[in-house]
């Protein structure tokens, strides 16, 4: 018996695995290059930032540290570049304040510290980093891109648990949140540096929402979606990990035979040379080996080695019959190609869903003067009458909020609906390929103890030469 090798895929098939190749290199390199320049603007952000010497700034920081069993406080700094509070850094962790702080109040600052030092806690700028980096790696899974927006969600519905044990009221906490979501609309653009911002556009309605209930707490149960998704994150990175194994050559087993020919030894390696094409096992040194006796022998023979002496058959009928061996799994490779050509064409259409779904945003509409209004009810509420009037205000605002979130969600499920008939294809493609992947070994296995025979009768011939010096 011999070794059951590979034989070398057929030209259309390289040329089908190089498309996709190239495909998925240059969808991931566009989302890596918009992942590292997020970092640079986040790093220049750093860089222009002030450190913040206000001792009561400084205090309120270091008890709610304290509170939150955090050994030491992270820094706090100011920049004018920022609309909203966002936390930067998981080694040395770093909260940066909008220049607007020293408008605040003390149930303001208390609330957004709060906020901001959940964050620090549980180290969601590592989390939201790498989760980041595993859909730019992996864009063409809608569950990358899924698992992305919802490890953002949770991070910000756990800290929004911890600010609200620090505020005086849901409502307040509330007109905090939509305070900063109308600063983000007011600044415009988009926003695309790494850091865990207190608020995003295209969560607001929600948020909302689930504050002004007052029946959900997160904090304990949002613990084991965390951890899932945690669990889902690593799993590409091991399946990769795994398929990256080397698989380790079998080792031959000795044939016993009574000829001394060369042909009569273990057969360790060969390839089958026609023109440009070649079907081979054996190592790349060995391939470009028996390829390099081209221009000395023609186009057409078969190189092989065996007890680690290296031969040359050139004998026309034995070289067409070797091929002939081999010619049914190059058809089986051609198949194969086509199928990772359709393959590679889905991979486009998802990775052009995805580019959809992640651009799909939502423009608050304009709330000043709603918000306006709030406010001074606020200052002169004192009944319950009028409480509740600022609660239906506070309702107005968020009903013309999910509006919004309503048609976000619909485009959303209409893109979620494509990309499952996609999956759905390229699952039926995998399973051919698995199929005639199956096939492919049982033939090649048939081929190569075919061409041991072979060579054994060309032994006999006489047409086997020593390798040309």
């Known amino acids: 018996m011999i070794d059951q090798p590979p034989s070398m895929p057929p030209k259309r098939s390289l040329?089908?695995?190089?498309?996709?190749?190239?495909?998925?290199?240059?969808?991931?390199?566009?989302?890596?290059f918009r992942f590292g320049y997020g970092l640079f603007l986040t790093r220049r952000v750093l860089r222009n930032c002030h450190a913040i010497d206000d001792r009561r700034l400084l205090k309120a920081l270091s008890e709610q540290a304290s509170a939150a069993s955090i050994q030491k406080a992270p820094r706090l700094l100011e920049s004018g570049a920022l609309a909203v509070p966002i936390t930067i850094g998981w080694v040395r962790p770093r909260i940066i304040l909008p220049s607007s702080w020293r408008e605040w109040d003390e149930s303001k600052i208390g609330v957004v510290l709060a906020?901001?030092?959940?964050?620090?806690?549980?180290g969601d700028y590592a989390t939201l980093l790498l989760s980041s980096l595993n859909r730019c790696i992996f864009w063409?899974?809608?569950?990358?891109?899924?698992?992305d927006r919802r490890l953002r969600e949770l991070a910000e519905l756990v800290s929004d648990d911890s600010a609200l044990s620090?505020?005086?009221?849901?409502?307040?906490?509330a007109e905090v949140l939509l305070g900063?979501?109308?600063?983000m609309r007011n600044q415009g653009g988009r926003v695309r540096w790494q850091g865990v911002s207190m608020a995003r556009s295209g969560n607001a309605g929600r948020r909302i929402d689930r504050i002004l209930a007052g029946n959900?707490?997160?904090s304990v149960s949002a613990q084991w979606p965390v951890l899932l998704g945690a669990a889902v994150l690593t799993s590409p990175l091991l399946y990769l990990t795994a398929v990256a194994q080397p698989t380790p050559r079998s080792k031959p087993k000795t044939v016993t035979a009574t000829s001394t020919s060369a042909a009569s030894e273990t057969l360790d390696s060969y390839v089958i040379v026609s023109g440009?094409?070649?079907?081979?096992?054996?190592?790349?040194?060995?391939?470009?080996?028996?390829?390099?006796?081209?221009?000395?022998?023609?186009d057409e023979y078969v190189w092989f080695r065996q007890g680690g002496k290296a031969f040359i058959i050139h004998d026309p009928d034995t070289v067409k019959a070797a091929k002939k061996l081999f010619q049914p799994q190059a058809d089986l490779g051609r198949q194969q190609?086509?199928?990772?050509?359709?393959?590679?064409?889905?991979?486009?259409?998802?990775?052009?869903?995805?580019?959809?779904?992640?651009?799909i945003r939502t423009t608050l509409p304009d709330l000043t003067r709603e918000i306006e209004r709030l406010k001074e009810k606020m200052r002169s509420a004192e009944t319950s009458e009028q409480l509740g009037e600022l609660q239906a205000m506070l309702g107005g605002i968020q009903a013309k909020i999910g509006e919004q979130q309503a048609k976000i969600g619909d485009q959303q499920a209409k893109i979620a609906e494509e990309q499952a008939k996609l999956g759905e294809r390229q699952a039926k493609l995998g399973e051919r390929q698995a199929a005639l992947g199956e096939l492919q070994a049982k033939q090649i296995e048939e081929a190569s103890r075919k061409l041991k025979a072979l060579l054994e009768e060309a032994s006999k011939k006489g047409v086997v030469e020593p390798e040309p010096r």
Do not use: C
Not at 140 to 147: E, G, R, T
Not at 281 to 298: D, P, Q, V
């Open 337 to 359: 190609g086509e199928l990772g050509e359709l393959q590679g064409e889905l991979g486009e259409l998802q990775s052009k869903l995805g580019e959809r779904q992640s651009s």
């Open 180 to 183: 900063f979501f109308e600063a």
């Open 276 to 298: 440009d094409n070649a079907t081979m096992s054996g190592s790349t040194g060995e391939l470009n080996r028996a390829r390099g006796f081209r221009h000395k022998i023609g």
């Open 115 to 122: 906020h901001e030092l959940s964050h620090v806690r549980r």
């Open 140 to 147: 063409f899974s809608p569950l990358s891109w899924w698992l």
């Open 216 to 218: 959900r707490k997160l």
């Open 166 to 173: 620090a505020s005086p009221d849901r409502t307040h906490y």
């Open 15 to 32: 040329d089908a695995g190089i498309i996709a190749e190239a495909a998925y290199l240059a969808i991931a390199a566009l989302l890596l």
